[in-house]
């Protein structure tokens, strides 16, 4: 079924990120993401997804007696790490991505963004982080975005598929790295000169007391995000989505949403209307 206004975005982009935290509830995920991502499919609407598996990664490092480090919203990753990121990212939380959007009637390619060079890195050099101090931080086998094959993602999508990815990424000469799936699903959309990016998450927005949900900012400029990151108010993982949301509409894209999954039509709701069940950022 075709929803009114979508058809507006024909033949483009939507790129829409998933936190792995969703990930864990199938029947909502598809009633929720997959059915807006049905809806933009069926608006004409071309669609990537990249999604995360943080909860589920730190989770079975516990198991596996490590401790889980993270900096600035983003993981600390040495070689045992990592193997743990394969293990929920290209496994537990790609195969339940794929099964929720059967669910919704979705063809879901999923797989990560190391296949075929989908996403390309390098590793990140240290660097000061956001919240964490002065000094520079070196975290290990964590990529920054150096190339997306965006000729691949359009050939993907001419064949009637939806490309999934978990947020590793990978280079030439076989080396994989962990990057934060929200700095993925940012990268992608500016490639792809995406109309929209969704970061949908496990809250309803931007949150002016991260505890309360009735309290969402509707919208928010630089100039306020940078105030709330500074005052403290964004926290913790809402960082990173914030900042690369930010740097993303330096780069010209034209719209960024934060949204959750509660009610099941706040992504749809928040595609025709911004602002409406999430958070907009807005230039200027
Ligand atoms: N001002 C805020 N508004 C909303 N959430 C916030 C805020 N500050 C911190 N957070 C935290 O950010 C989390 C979302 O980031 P994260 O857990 O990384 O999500 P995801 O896994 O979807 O990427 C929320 O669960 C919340 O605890
Ligand atoms: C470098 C880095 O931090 N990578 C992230 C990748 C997964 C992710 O981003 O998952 P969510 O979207 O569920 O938070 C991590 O290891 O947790």
Known sequence: MAVSGLSDFKGRWFVVKIGGELASDKPKLAASVGAAVRAFLDAGVRVAVIHGGGPQATELTQKLGLTPKMVGGRRVTDEATLEVMKMTLAGQVSVDVAAAF???????????????GLVN?????????????????????VGDVSEVNTALFEKLSEAGVVPVLGSLSGDAQGNVFNINADTVATRVAAKLKAAKLFLVSNVPGVLANKDDPSTRL???????????????????????????????????????????????????????????????????
């Open 102 to 116: 059967r669910i919704a009637g979705v063809p879901a390619v999923c797989t990560t963004g190391v296949s075929a």
């Open 121 to 141: 890195a390098r590793k990140r050099p240290a660097k000061v982080i956001t919240g964490a101090g002065p000094d520079p931080i070196d975290l290990g086998l």
């Open 218 to 284: 509707p919208t928010l400029t630089p100039a306020e995000a940078k105030e709330k990151i500074a005052s403290g108010v964004i926290q913790g993982g809402m960082i990173p989505k914030v900042e690369e949301s930010l740097a993303m509409l330096e780069e010209g894209i034209e719209a960024i949403h934060i949204v959750g999954i509660s009610p099941v039509n706040a992504l749809l709701g928040e595609a025709e209307k911004a602002g409406s069940f999430g958070t907009a950022f807005l230039r200027g």
